[in-house]
């Protein structure tokens, strides 16, 4: 998989989430600053923290980081999958 693909895949997980059910297109900036930090997190609750920050920021409407780390774990799975990387 290449990067182009993952940066869509995160994407379109990001959106199903809806996490304030406004809609999948609520999220724009949201997405795109997540997708752009997915490249450079590895692990899944940094990661899960950024996006918590961000949607809070944004929306501000707390969110548990327990719903933030059930997504974070999909992206990281995905990054895994496009950089072919298998975690032992």
């Not at 182009?4 to 059910?21: G, H, T």
């Not at 980081?65 to 990054?79: F, P, Q, T």
Request: net charge negative.
């Amino acid at each position: 998989m290449q990067t182009i693909e993952m940066n869509k895949k995160a994407a379109s997980l990001l959106k199903q989430w809806d996490p304030f059910r406004e809609g999948e297109y609520a999220y724009g900036t949201e997405i795109t600053e997540i997708v752009t930090k997915l490249h450079h997190v590895d692990h899944p609750a940094d990661l899960a923290k950024y996006i918590r920050d961000i949607y809070e920021h944004a929306h501000e409407i707390w969110i548990p980081l327990e719903n933030c780390m059930d997504i974070s774990y999909k992206l990281i799975a995905v990054k895994y999958e496009a950089k072919s990387i298998v975690p032992y």
